[in-house]
């Protein structure tokens, strides 16, 4: 006759498998950051080392598809400038925010690269690293607890 396991061991065998699922979900979506904060840090740093910095003219405010906890949208600046061979581009800065940060009209300092002059970014000083900053910390720490918690969790079983 076989020995069936007790329902308590049957119970704490589907949590033990749902969590190592959760687990696998954390290390992607920690993964995904961390590629994220790679790829913004790394567009950052050119804009650093080949970036061409001049001035233009914010001449719309785009409100976000998404809203905040307060229900309102927040506003992204699409700015104009000359190139350093006469040629005119526009661009959106990549965060918006609400109230918004800048009004039409209003002069900005921004880099652009050279060869891609559309990847350009208001000059905001830290406010520039500080997405990158925060990818790069949150994405590999969600990344580091996943596999540990999955390993340790892995080994139990």
Known sequence: ??????????????KNKSLLQALYVLI???????????????????????????????IQLHATSSTNASGQASYRPEVEFITADGNSIRFTHRTGEQPAAYAIDETVTLT???????????????MNWLLPGILLLIGPALLVIGLRSSIKLRSKR
């Open 112 to 126: 652009y690269l050279p060869d891609s002059p559309k990847q350009a970014l208001i000059s905001e000083g830290f």
């Open 1 to 14: 006759m076989q020995q069936s396991s007790p329902p308590d061991a049957d119970n704490q065998a589907a």
């Open 28 to 58: 992607l979506v920690g993964l995904g950051l961390s590629v994220a904060g790679v790829y913004v840090a790394k567009f950052q740093v050119a804009l650093q080392l080949y970036g061409i910095e001049t001035t233009g003219k914010v």
